[in-house]
């Protein structure tokens, strides 16, 4: 019966022991154990010590007031850059503070202290050794702590050593003073060289300015006008916030994609003539297809530009057009016409290989630049002065194709074709002067579009050149622009000094009605 009950005793305690949840353990303790407790307590006891020293030192520094830039050494510095150094003289301690490379800068009297990012480091000499902390509110080694001058008074110290170190430059030894002497030489020659750079631009201002007057020249004032955008601010596709800045910025790429005027002298087989067949052939190709009046005012431009650039041979001309029909096709019409409607309608002249050759080469000859700024923009940019007037836009867009057909009006530029049309056009219907309006969306007075002007009549006046152009306005469709403008051109010509000698052109059917 003992033997199970010391079993069961043993097996209990054992339960006991093991049970993590129990706080104490019952289990007999003799003078061994206790004394080996006693033992190991005291070394947690001593261990536990040591680790809330360390924890509340640790907490106390990461916890401790910094500068607002930062204290990251061992020394103290005094505002004026100074560093402050305890030495043992005599046995007595005496703290000196030396500069962190002071250079003084003398601009118009005012001295500058300034000191460099680093500083040389500084060795403590005597027999006696300090210990020197910052101002970081640990408690640690408080009577060690040399700093106890306020941050006034620091300032006030270092400017009052400052103010001797002026008196007597001879006298001081400090690293300031050497520093300041060396930089003085430099400094002064600085200032000399600014005074010169300043007095320089000074005599050379009035040169500079009288420069600009000369090469920019002011347009000439022009009478106010009514601001028509600002009926369009409540719409968004008329962008009137930009319109200005485009117009300006296409006015100025105008003369990027002008062509020679006189590429033809340098052309063997090609004449004037034969341009104008070339492109009353397109007009009529544009008007089979339905294009855009920009599709065939960028194929025009294409194809005089590669003319410019490029000899070219008769036979060659046809696919030179069909080409730039193709490439203008392309860039402006939402869905442009296959490359085998045009190989169709040059009558199987030239298979689709050939015009998809020559595209390549046309474009890497104009290097891709198909930015043209279209007179149709320009056109419809003036119709806002003129209130949109169906008539006088269809009339002038009449007028404005006619720079097409006729290698004279290559030299003027589109809005210049534009504007002279319009004129021409309201002319012709009556609808008033050329007012403030008109001057200012078109960009052209009327002195300035008198030579463009005169061409229209003159060409107008004489008698058909190019039969497709001349049917194609002469429709419904166009109000029959080409008949009516014909018949007050001849009327009107003798009074705007056109001098017609060529006798009176054969009507076309079309004219007769």
């Known amino acids: 019966m003992q033997s199970r009950r010391a079993a069961r005793v043993r097996s209990a305690s054992n339960i006991e022991a093991n049970d993590e949840n129990k ?66 003289v005599g046995g007595k301690k005496v703290s000196s503070k030396i500069a962190l490379t002071n250079k003084a800068a003398a601009t118009n009297g005012v001295t500058k202290t300034t000191r460099t990012a680093k500083a040389a480091p500084i060795k403590n000499t005597g027999k006696e050794e300090e210990v020197k902390r910052t101002n970081n509110g640990s408690g640690v080694m408080a009577k060690s702590r040399k700093r106890t001058t306020t941050a006034a008074a620091a300032a006030a110290k270092a400017k009052k050593e400052v103010v001797v170190e002026e008196k007597d430059a001879s006298s001081v030894t400090t690293t300031t003073t050497t520093t300041a002497a060396a930089a003085a030489p430099t400094v002064k020659a600085v200032a000399a060289v600014e005074l010169k750079v300043k007095v320089d631009a000074k005599e050379a201002e009035p040169v500079v300015h009288a420069s600009k007057k000369i090469r920019t020249k002011e347009p000439a004032p022009r009478p106010p006008h009514n601001d028509l955008d600002d009926e369009d601010a409540d719409d968004p596709l008329m962008v009137s916030e930009y319109v200005s800045e485009i117009f300006d910025y296409l006015r100025e790429i105008e003369p990027a994609t002008q062509p020679n005027p006189d590429y033809m002298d340098h052309q063997d087989e090609l004449k004037w003539k034969m341009r104008g067949i070339l492109i009353d052939w397109l007009i009529e190709v544009h008007t089979r297809f339905r294009l855009l009046p920009e599709t065939l005012f960028l194929a025009v431009n294409i194809v005089d530009r590669f003319l410019s650039s490029k000899v070219v041979k008769l036979d060659k001309l046809q696919l030179v057009g069909v080409t730039a029909m193709f490439i203008a096709a392309k860039y402006e019409e939402v869905f442009s016409p296959h490359v085998q409607y045009f190989r169709h309608v040059a009558d199987d002249g030239f298979t689709e290989e050939e015009i998809l050759r020559a595209e390549r080469f046309v474009l890497s000859t104009l290097d891709y630049n198909l930015s043209y700024p279209n007179p149709m923009n320009f056109l419809r940019r003036i119709s806002k002065a003129d209130q949109y007037d169906f008539q006088t836009r269809t009339v002038a867009k009449y007028l404005m194709e006619i720079s097409l057909l006729d290698h004279r009006f290559m030299e003027f530029l589109p809005s210049h074709v534009a504007a002279a049309a319009m004129y021409l056009s309201r002319m012709m219907l009556e609808r008033g002067p050329w007012d403030a309006d008109l001057i200012h969306y078109s960009d052209y007075t009327e002195d300035q579009i008198m030579p463009v002007f005169h061409l229209m009549i003159d060409y107008l006046a004489r008698p058909v050149k190019h039969e497709a152009f001349f049917k194609k306005y002469a429709s419904k469709k166009f109000m029959k622009a080409s008949i009516h403008a014909r018949q007050w051109a001849k009327k009107n010509a003798k009074a705007h000094g056109i001098d017609i000698s060529a006798p009176e052109p054969v009507e076309s059917e079309e004219e007769s009605r």
Do not use: F, I, P, Y
């Open 23 to 88: 706080a104490t353990t019952t289990t007999r303790l003799t003078r061994a154990k206790a004394a080996a407790l006693s033992t190991d307590a005291a070394s947690t006891k001593l261990t536990t010590s040591k680790l809330s020293t360390t924890t509340t030192t640790t907490a106390a520094q990461n916890n401790r007031k910094r500068a607002a830039l930062g204290d990251v050494s061992n020394v103290v510095k005094a505002d004026g850059g100074a560093v402050e150094e305890s030495k043992k």
